[in-house]
């Protein structure tokens, strides 16, 4: 399977949904044109109250949309946008991206991967219960986060439901993802 953009999102107000949109436009260095997390410092309320001028590392926030089917097997209704990420995919298996991952989306948008999310309490005020279903442990006991990876812009252009996104895997050795 190839991996592709199920759904574009954004929202200009914070919110912790975004509504999905004919497309999207990423502007290099700053993230998704018009979003509120759009910015080249922090943008995320918690990231802004510990030090606002940190650089802006979670851009682009995107959802793998077989996390969907995952959790509806456990009873919750989860549709694109409704967990704040810009960019739905499916076919590619973005928590086990390393750092530094280039992801080509579409004709021109080019991302790098800078790390997961790190789901908070809000999950919980969306679904009862639900952050329980993207934060768990894994056999050995290790902390495992299922919300979707964050990049940054480093070439711009406009991202629609239907593109294509091609993986460059960064030179080795990898670095895990963590949260960022």
Known sequence: MSAVVTAVSSNGTYSFTKPNRESITLLAGLGVEGDVHAGVT?????????????PNLRQVHLMHEELFAEVGAEGFEVTAGDLGENITTRGIDLLGLPVG???????????????????????DTFRDRLLKQVVGRDEAGNLVRKAGIM?????????RPGDA??????SEPHRPLDRV
């Open 165 to 170: 996104i091609t993986v460059e895997l960064p």
């Open 101 to 123: 991952t280039v992801l080509r989306v579409g004709e021109e948008a080019v991302l790098e991967v800078t790390g997961l999310r790190n789901p908070c309490l809000q999950i």
């Open 42 to 54: 922090v943008k995320h309320r918690s990231r802004v109250a510990q030090d606002p001028t940190r």
């Open 151 to 159: 990049s940054i812009v480093r070439h711009g252009g406009t991202v």
